[in-house]
């Protein structure tokens, strides 16, 4: 069933209808947050220590699939590790990660975060 209101619930079985009617509502889950950002940029070139932290909501700890746009309009996929309502994606080379949103049971991020990871500056 879908969400939504079901009163008045019975059954009739040979021509008896139950006694009772059960009022039930569904509801959908909570819509799961991604919100506020820092970034750490790869310490090396072409090296894949960067990171990006969210604040999440709606979310339990664990770790989760997110996706996003490599900037060339290709999805792309990465993890990300939920502790106390801090999401932390690590293991990144600079690029550029828009538009990270996550879906979970269903119900999808609103806000689309967009974060650049830059190599450090050539000596």
Request: hydrophobic share 30%.
């Amino acid at each position: 069933l879908s969400a939504g209101v079901y009163n008045n619930i019975s059954i009739t079985e040979s021509g008896c209808s139950s006694v009772a009617d059960i009022d039930v509502t569904l509801s959908d889950p909570s819509i799961p947050t991604l919100s506020g950002n820092a970034e750490s940029n790869p310490t090396a070139c072409s090296g894949t220590d960067g990171s990006i932290t969210l604040t999440t909501g709606n979310l339990s700890d664990g770790t989760y699939t997110l996706d996003y746009e490599d900037g060339s309009s290709a999805s792309q996929a990465f993890s990300m590790v939920v502790s106390g309502n801090v999401g932390t994606i690590s293991g990144l080379s600079a690029g550029v990660y828009n538009n990270i949103s996550i879906t979970e049971s269903g119900c999808s991020s609103v806000a689309d975060i967009d974060v650049t990871l830059s190599d450090p500056s050539i000596p």
